[in-house]
Structures are given as structure tokens and as C-alpha cells.
């Protein structure tokens, strides 16, 4: 594949992530802080230390963010029950709430969106899904050290002048 290519297709996902992140700002949420929110609905209960290595954030942000959603009441710490000198983080009521209107707004946005493209466009969207699907997991397992030896690996090449 050659690096024109792999640029547009970063390019178009990176777009894609910010113009849909922009919805969390309509709850009152940070990008972040919505996606820890997401992470922890639905996952949690769930360590720190997991949370961090999901989220790929540095310890003091996560932190940070996991303050402040515990302080607007939209998660809690719960006791570890695996080992009881630490804590877990759960959503509340409140923030499944909350969580539940970014996800549909986004949900609403992308499907908005998709009734305005042609037929086309739409089955080959819905087409790549799985091949999306396979990317992101591949990219999150290069970015934390440990690429999947078992698929196949993109060779980027220089495009051509």
C-alpha cells in the first residue's frame, strides 16, 4: 500500500474521530472524559491500571479525568473484591445516562449522514466494517508493544513521484 494511500485513510479516521468527539461537548464532557466515561459503562467495574492501558492515557491525566467524572456524580469507586486495598471505578445511573446520549447522538449523526450518501457509498461502508474493525485492533496492539504476529502486516510504500 503505497504512503499516499495510508495517509488519506489516517487522515479521513483521525477526521472522522474528531468531528464525532465534538459531540461529547454537548453533555458538558471533555473527548476524553467521555471516552473514559464509554470505557468504564461499559466495562466496568474496572481497574485503574486497565482503564489506563484501554484509554492509553498518562496516569496523572486518567487521574485527573477519573476525578473529575467521579465529581460530577457520573462514576464512583467501588472496592476491588480481588483485592480490597484497591479500587475499581463504576458507572453511576447518571452517567450510563449521560454515556447513553453521546453514544445515540453520535449513533443519530453517523446514521444522518449515511441516508444523504449514495447506495453505494453506504454498502461499501458497511462492507469495510470488518476490515476497520481488524485495523483498529491492530493498531492497538502495535501502540502497546505487542503486534499480532498471526495477520498479515501493510507494507507502506513511497508513493510514486
Known sequence: MDAKTVTRLRTVIGRLARDLNATATNEGLTPTQASVLGLVSGRGPIGLAELNEL???????????VSKLEELGLIERVPDPA???????AVTTAGQSVHERIRDARAD???DCMTRLPKRSVSSLIAALPALEELSAQVRLTAAGKPNQTS????VTSAAP
Open 83 to 89: 483485592d480490597l486495598r484497591t479500587a475499581n471505578v
Open 109 to 111: 449523526i453517523i446514521s
Open 152 to 155: 498479515p502486516r501493510l507494507r
Open 55 to 65: 484509554e492509553g492515557l498518562n496516569p496523572t491525566l486518567l487521574s485527573r479525568v
